[in-house]
């Protein structure tokens, strides 16, 4: 099935630093969310965006929607160790097949 | 206490033996779905369903069986005619926003 390009795909930081990590499309999409997901856990939606150049945050976290519609990027800053998980982008493609389009995920490590 | 769940959070079943996960959640959304992630992957969707009564496969539905008799429930039947079920299952929904949430999953070994 389709996906998202996801990147990077592994991290592995000092604690406090700021993370970026990007989705990206060749397909116009409506909406992207984002999760993180904890070992053995389902992921969590962490924030969810509806429109082109959208910027939401939510805590040390900041996401933001592509002018373009076809890319989001998630920031985390001053990252600390329960920052560490799966993060994953998805998102529903303008043609609404009915099924979230998922990234590969991101493997954040923080070392403190 | 408004949310989805999953039971049981591991469950061990010897090859060639059909095994049912239960999803139940009471958030009131039309939409549910089934994932499966192996160690390592993304997830990758088996069977969806966007009302009751209707459901559609996903990308990996081989080996795979679902219901959708009540709005709240969506049980997926692992058969066995699934090659390779050991994995985690991850059931989610949707209501008439387009934010999706998870259960806690199910972990299923089959030796």
New interface residues.
């Given amino acids: 099935?389709q996906?998202l390009n996801q990147s990077p795909q592994s991290m592995f930081i000092q604690e406090g630093e700021d993370v970026s990590m990007n989705c990206t499309s060749s397909s116009i999409f409506?909406?992207w969310?984002w999760?993180k997901q904890d070992p053995?856990?389902?992921?969590?939606?962490l924030i969810?965006l509806?429109k082109a150049g959208e910027l939401t945050s939510n805590g040390r976290l900041t996401a933001q929607f592509g002018i373009t519609r076809k890319d989001s990027f998630l920031n985390i800053s001053a990252s600390i160790p329960s920052d560490v998980g799966i993060y994953?982008c998805?998102g529903?493609a303008s043609s609404n097949t009915?099924?979230?389009i998922?990234?590969?995920?991101t493997t954040l490590q923080v070392k403190p | 206490d408004g949310g989805?769940t999953?039971s049981p959070k591991y469950l061990f079943r010897k090859e060639g033996q059909n095994v049912t996960l239960s999803c139940e959640q009471n958030l009131n959304h039309d939409?549910m779905?089934w994932y499966r992630q192996d160690p390592g992957?993304?997830?990758?969707?088996i069977y969806?369903s966007?009302i009751v009564n209707d459901f559609?496969k996903?990308?990996i539905a081989e080996g795979y069986s679902v219901s959708r008799e009540k709005k709240e429930s969506f049980p997926l039947t692992v058969t066995s005619a699934q090659k390779n079920p050991t994995a985690?299952y991850?059931c989610?929904s949707?209501g008439i926003?387009?934010?999706?949430?998870?259960?806690?999953?199910t972990?299923l070994t089959v030796t």
Avoid at chain 1, 102 to 105: I, M
Avoid at chain 2, 41 to 45: E, K
Avoid at chain 2, 97 to 105: A, I, L, M, N, R
């Fill in positions: 099935g996906q409506n909406t969310l999760y053995g856990e389902g992921p969590v939606l969810a509806y994953f998805a529903w009915g099924k979230l998922f990234g590969q995920g | 989805i999953q939409a779905y992957q993304g997830l990758r969707l969806y966007q559609q996903g990308d985690f991850l989610a949707r926003s387009y934010e999706q949430y998870f259960g806690p999953g972990r």
